[in-house]
């Protein structure tokens, strides 16, 4: 286990206080930030989520707002329109069938319009300190790079893999420090090699 422990001491040097860097101030902000953040980034997703949730701050408001408005607000993020079905439909779901709250609840979640086990994984994490290592694709470039998992692997893959190679108790850390190591590291182009302290086990640097 000697690679996991030099990966986890470098990521600590280096990422030292991981977050989630998406935007909320209440939970279901959380949950459509993270739905809304599929195939774009974080930096995006704040943007429009900055003037959504100022325009309309309650789950009420934002499952009676108009959807071409919402898609409007959100249109820059792609594939907006399925997006915007998600946004009102969420609202709507949790405003109507679970007190306006964000179950800790897996299934629950997972049955939720346009929430897979990436999102669900993530909120778990964030809001209910769940130990949880969600495959974003910062997550999967990275693990196949330091070869934790294969070329082949698909995401549910990759994700049974991380868990197997680190304790449990630093899952959820772990996640958002390989989220930031690939967004400003070990980025899918010209990454930051030179410095790295992780070269030995690298693929790319190969």
């Not at 935007?23 to 949950?31: A, G, I, S, T, V």
């Amino acid at each position: 286990m000697i690679k996991e422990e030099n990966i986890e001491k470098y990521l600590d040097e280096l990422i030292p206080n991981p977050k989630c860097e998406l935007n909320f101030n209440k939970d279901y902000e959380l949950l459509i930030a993270v739905m809304l953040s599929a195939q774009t980034t974080d930096k995006r997703v704040n943007f429009v989520t900055s003037k959504l949730f100022n325009k309309y701050p309650s789950l009420k408001k934002l499952k009676d707002a108009d959807i071409n408005d919402i898609e409007d607000i959100i249109r820059e993020l792609g594939n907006y329109k399925k997006k915007s079905l998600g946004v009102k439909k969420i609202a709507t779901e949790l405003y109507e069938k679970y007190d306006g709250k964000v179950p800790n609840n897996r299934e629950i979640l997972e049955s939720l319009p346009m929430v897979g086990r990436k999102t669900t994984n993530v909120v778990l994490s964030v809001l209910f300190n769940e130990p949880n290592f969600a495959v974003d694709t910062h997550v999967f470039r990275v693990s196949k790079r330091l070869k934790l998992a294969t070329e082949k692997d698909d995401v549910l893959k990759v994700e049974e893999k991380l868990k197997k190679h680190f304790n449990k108790n630093s899952w959820s850390k772990l996640h958002h420090q390989f989220v930031l190591f690939g967004r400003y590291y070990c980025t899918a182009r010209n990454p930051k090699c030179d410095n790295c302290k992780l070269k030995e086990y690298c693929k790319y640097e190969k």
